[in-house]
């Protein structure tokens, strides 16, 4: 089993900043890939941004240039630095995991964390 821990959620004024983190743990083999959805309210749950233990990045088209998405050294956590935060930003934002461990993929979705955008 993968376990996530999610951290980073709150309130932010438009315009402001955020700074979300996931941090991996339990049995990771070889992590391939890890990202950020999220889902508001009524919609469904959307691609944010997602990295490659390569470091290529995928990004949402509407937090291109707002938003970026990095990894550590060990490749075992992801950040999500939100910048120019709009309130249609405001959602829960959920950290995703995939990867293979013993030769089984696995894929592994944090608990989700509220991120409200409003003044």
């Known amino acids: 089993q993968v376990q996530l821990v999610e951290s980073g959620g709150g309130l932010v004024q438009p315009g402001g900043s955020l700074r979300l983190s996931c941090a991996a743990s339990?049995?990771?083999?070889?992590?391939?890939?890890m990202g950020w959805y999220r889902q508001a309210p009524g919609k469904q749950r959307e691609l944010v941004a997602t990295?490659?233990?390569?470091?290529?990045?995928n990004y949402a088209d509407s937090v291109k240039g707002r938003f970026t998405i990095s990894r550590d050294s060990s490749k075992n956590t992801v950040t999500l630095q939100m910048g120019s935060l709009k309130p249609e930003d405001t959602a829960v934002y959920y950290c995703?995991?995939?990867?293979?461990?013993?030769?089984?993929?696995?894929?592994?979705w944090g608990q989700g964390t509220q991120v409200t955008v409003s003044s």
């Open positions: 990295i490659t233990s390569g470091g290529s990045t």
């Open positions: 995703n995991v995939g990867g293979v461990s013993s030769w089984i993929p696995y894929n592994y």
């Open positions: 339990g049995s990771i083999g070889s992590i391939n890939k």
